[in-house]
Structures are given as C-alpha cells and as structure tokens.
T-cell receptor, first 116, second 115 residues
Framework: AQKVTQAQTEISVVEKEDVTLDCVYE???????LFWYKQPPSGELVFLIR??????QNEISGRYSWNFQKSTSSFNFTITASQVVDSAVYFC?????????????FGGGTRVLVKP | KAGVTQTPRYLIKTRGQQVTLSCSPI?????VSWYQQTPGQGLQFLFE???????NKGNFPGRFSGRQFSNSRSEMNVSTLELGDSALYLC??????????????FGEGSRLTVL
C-alpha cells in the first residue's frame, strides 16, 4: 500500500526566510503522481503542483520550487523569501495511476507559520 | 466562476443519529471526491463518484455512503453516528481534463461534531 510521510509537523520562520518542506513516499507502482496542496485557515485545500513519476525535472513557479528525487522517494517543496500569506498547512499526496480516478493518499501535513 | 459548495458548513449531531452532507461541484466538473479530515488520522479518502457511478472507495465502514446525481451534485451520508465521526468532511471536484490526475478543487468543508 502507498504511504506519504511528512516528518515535519510544524515549521516557524521569519518573513523572507526560505523554508523547505520534506515529503517521502512509498509505493509499489512504477507509475504514480505526486502532489502538493496548501490548506489556509479557511479550510479548503488548494492544488499547487502535480508531478508524474516519469518526470524528475525540478520545477519553479514564482517563489515556489519542487525537488523530485525518485532515488530517495522524495518530493520536497521550498518556499523562497517566505511571506505571512504563506502561513498554512501544506500537504504532500500520492496517487497511483492504476487506481484511476482521484484517490489520493495524503501525508500528515506540515504547518508553516511565517512571522512578520 | 463559483467554487465547490458544501452544505451545511457546521452541524452538531448526537451518537446514533444519521447525517447527510451535500456538495455542489464546479460547473462542468463530473468527478466528485469526498475526504475526511481529523486531527488523529489526517486526510483520508472516502469515495469518488464520476457520472453517477462510484469508481473508488476508501477503507471506511458501510455506515459511510454516498451518491451522485445527474447534475453532478453529490451527497454523502453517515448513519449511526459515533463520536469518532467528528471531523471536517471535504468535497472536491475535478475539471474535465484532469479527471484521472488528482488535480482537485476543494470546498471549505462541512464540520461535523458528534456529541
């Protein structure tokens, strides 16, 4: 069965510092998708990124960047120059291609607190 | 464009009762998924409906059920409520081009408290 582990439960930084969120996953499938979602205090999860298992190219989107390393089964997320609005809980998730549909296995989440 | 709408937002029930939660997906989205979020177990997949058919199911007892209507709106029902069913229930829908890729648009959830 698949599993996603986010070892950091809470990270506190001062505005403008960089913060990296770790995500380690387990799956027996060779084809799968990895995700990051953000959950602000309002409660709804917001989709940030999806990577498939064949694409290990790192990605940058504004202040966000993602580092996918298949060799270590990790999909880490970095926020550069953090801002107060980045305060939220961030979830890493996995879905297996063979399952079809949208069945995601989530990690436990990392709460990020950015102080002004 | 309206987002995913869940009703009610908050509700309180007592053990043994049953509850029905409603979810209206974004217009044009045919896939609707439900997740349970609790402090202890985190986010757990309940089930997914696509074109009125359940196509995935999580590891929850039969007390948890759902359905989807022809207009893609979905309901989930929990019967014989237990204290452990207290949770935030999140509904999510997928756009037509991402129905198998996990790109989900979530509602703000229905927070259920069981006393």
């Amino acid at each position: 069965a698949q599993k996603v582990t986010q070892a950091q439960t809470e990270i506190s930084v001062v505005e403008k510092e960089d913060v990296t969120l770790d995500c380690v996953y387990e799956t027996r499938d060779t084809t799968y998708y990895l995700f990051w979602y953000k959950q602000p205090p309002s409660g709804e999860l917001v989709f940030l990124i999806r990577r498939n298992s064949f694409d290990e190219q790192n990605e940058i989107s504004g202040r966000y960047s993602w580092n996918f390393q298949k060799s270590t089964s990790s999909f880490n997320f970095t926020i550069t120059a953090s801002q107060v609005v980045d305060s939220a809980v961030y979830f890493c998730a996995l879905s297996e291609y063979k399952a079809a549909g949208n069945k995601l296995t989530f990690g436990g989440g990392t709460r990020v607190l950015v102080k002004p | 464009k309206a987002g995913v709408t869940q009703t009610p937002r908050y509700l309180i029930k007592t053990r043994g009762q049953q509850v029905t939660l409603s979810c209206s997906p974004i217009s044009g989205h045919r896939s609707v998924s439900w997740y349970q979020q609790t402090p202890g177990q985190g986010l757990q997949f309940l089930f997914e409906y696509f074109s009125e058919t359940q196509r995935n199911k999580g590891n929850f007892p039969g007390r948890f059920s759902g359905r989807q209507f022809s207009n893609s709106r979905s309901e989930m029902n929990v019967s014989t409520l237990e204290l452990g069913d207290s949770a935030l229930y999140l509904c999510a829908s997928s756009p037509p081009h991402s129905e198998n890729t996990g790109e989900l648009f979530f509602g703000e959830g229905s927070r259920l408290t069981v006393l």
